[in-house]
């Protein structure tokens, strides 16, 4: 028997993290997932799907994620059904998430909500850029004088053109290229 579910798609809302009486963390969310085609009005219609995480990557998942997340799982689908207060016969369709994947970079997940417009996040601490003048101050001396390249200023990539390591700073100049130099 197989039974797997692989999805991509956006948290309609922050994970709701619970433990239970034993202390087995486990956490709830529905993801919106896109439907591949469109419908009459030509409009992109999405299913929201149901799903529930458990123990530590219920912990994980809850503390790098947020509304808005885009994330992919990797799953099963559970069915269950129970009794409601009401007397009434409740049944339940979700997804048991095995692995997950956060699909967005660092910044755009620490930003909780605000748009990057498709641009990649300027600073990242977590991958220090060797062209960043920020992150290696001590090791950039500008050919023995002594003095910093930044003076004291962070340069988070908006002006590559201030750093001379930087092979590809848009410094206006035109690049010589022969057809030597092409790997093709």
């Known amino acids: ?22 202390g087995t963390a486990v956490g709830s969310f529905t ?35 947020h509304k808005g997340s885009l994330v992919g799982i990797d799953g099963r689908i559970q069915t269950r059904n129970y009794e409601n207060q009401q007397g009434q016969r409740v049944y339940v369709t979700e997804v048991v998430v095995d692995n997950f994947a956060l699909l967005e970079p660092r910044g755009a997940r620490n930003d909780s909500g605000n748009q990057q417009n498709g ?16 992150s290696n101050n001590s090791s950039n001396n500008n050919g023995g004088n ?11 990539g908006n002006n590559g053109a201030n750093n001379p390591g930087d ?5 206006g100049d035109s690049i010589d290229i022969s057809d030597d130099d092409l790997p093709f």
């Open 119 to 134: 641009n990649a996040p300027q600073q990242n601490n977590g991958n220090a850029n060797p062209f960043d003048n920020s």
């Open 167 to 171: 092979p590809f700073a848009n410094s």
């Open 31 to 65: 993801l919106a997932v896109d439907r591949s085609f469109t419908n009459q009005q030509g409009e992109r219609e999405a299913d929201f799907i149901n799903c529930v995480i458990w123990r530590k990557s219920a912990e994980n998942f809850a503390n790098f994620t």
């Open 146 to 156: 002594g003095s910093s390249n930044n003076s004291g200023s962070s340069n988070n």
């Open 1 to 22: 028997m197989l039974n797997r579910a692989v999805l991509t798609g956006r948290l309609t809302r922050d994970v709701d993290l619970r433990y239970t009486q034993s």
